[in-house]
């Protein structure tokens, strides 16, 4: 959700997590965690962030968000009970996805 930079720190992240032999998928209901990268310069964009966060949550998955939003408000209303992940951490992808699959 949002500027280049985002996706470049998504392809970042897919590429680390395909290396310790994660499969990547666009399927949402295919996938046991989300992985939401967020931009907070944009409101709509991070309106549609908080949307598919809380379909998240509401579906039972475990969800990692990772970009702008968590680094700039970790106490925003929503993000309670998921994994963050902010700009500057993005090479520690991987620990946290296993972290938040395990519960």
Same mark, same amino acid.
């Given at each position: 959700?949002? =500027? +280049?930079?985002? $996706?470049?720190?998504?392809?970042?992240? /897919?590429? +680390?997590? /395909?290396?310790?032999?994660?499969?990547?998928?666009? %399927?949402?209901? *295919?996938?046991?965690?989300?992985? $939401?990268? !967020? =931009?907070?310069? %944009?409101? &709509? !964009?991070?309106?549609?962030?908080?949307? @598919?966060?809380?379909?998240? /949550?509401? %579906?039972?998955?475990? @969800?990692?968000? +990772?970009? =702008?939003? &968590?680094?700039?408000?970790? %106490?925003?209303?929503?993000?309670? *009970?998921?994994?963050? $992940?902010? @700009?500057?951490?993005?090479?520690?992808?991987?620990?946290?996805?296993?972290?938040? +699959?395990?519960?």
């Amino acid at each position: 959700f949002g =500027c +280049a930079h985002n $996706i470049s720190d998504g392809e970042y992240m /897919k590429g +680390a997590l /395909k290396t310790y032999g994660y499969t990547v998928t666009d %399927k949402r209901e *295919d996938a046991q965690v989300w992985v $939401i990268n !967020s =931009c907070t310069v %944009k409101d &709509p !964009s991070q309106a549609s962030f908080m949307r @598919v966060v809380t379909e998240g /949550k509401d %579906k039972g998955k475990g @969800v990692v968000v +990772a970009g =702008c939003v &968590p680094q700039a408000d970790r %106490k925003l209303k929503g993000l309670e *009970d998921v994994s963050m $992940i902010g @700009v500057s951490q993005i090479e520690n992808i991987v620990s946290v996805v296993e972290d938040t +699959a395990k519960g």
